[in-house]
């Protein structure tokens, strides 16, 4: 059974910092991608940043040179390090699993970002 539990949420200032973590457990972890998506209020989900089995990354636009992305396989967890956090951040965080077409979601973690 595929689970994928966020933590590491919380209320941040304005230019603070937060890590967020999504620990995974009923899967193959090291051959899975591994993402961060957000979704604010009234707005779609979108891809923060995601990595590879391998290491590899990619970022959304709006996080680029702020938000790292990184994985470590012998211990099942995938991190998201957000420096630099603007208001326009605050979102419900998701970590999702995939391999193939075959995907998981975890169940989300607040961020808030606010003075």
């Known amino acids: 059974q595929v689970q994928l539990v966020e933590s590491g949420g919380g209320l941040v200032q304005p230019g603070g910092s937060l890590r967020l973590s999504c620990a995974a457990s009923?899967?193959?972890?090291?051959?899975?991608?591994m993402g961060w998506y957000r979704q604010a209020p009234g707005k779609q989900r979108e891809l923060v940043a995601r990595?590879?089995?391998?290491?590899?990354?990619d970022y959304g636009d709006s996080v680029k040179g702020r938000f790292t992305i990184s994985r470590d396989n012998g211990k099942n967890t995938v991190y998201l390090q957000m420096d630099s956090l603007k208001p326009e951040d605050t979102a419900v965080y998701y970590c999702k699993a995939n391999f193939g077409i075959v995907e998981s979601w975890g169940q989300g973690t607040q961020v808030t970002v606010s003075s």
């Open positions: 009923g899967f193959q972890f090291d051959f899975y991608h």
């Open positions: 990595i590879t089995g391998g290491g590899s990354t």
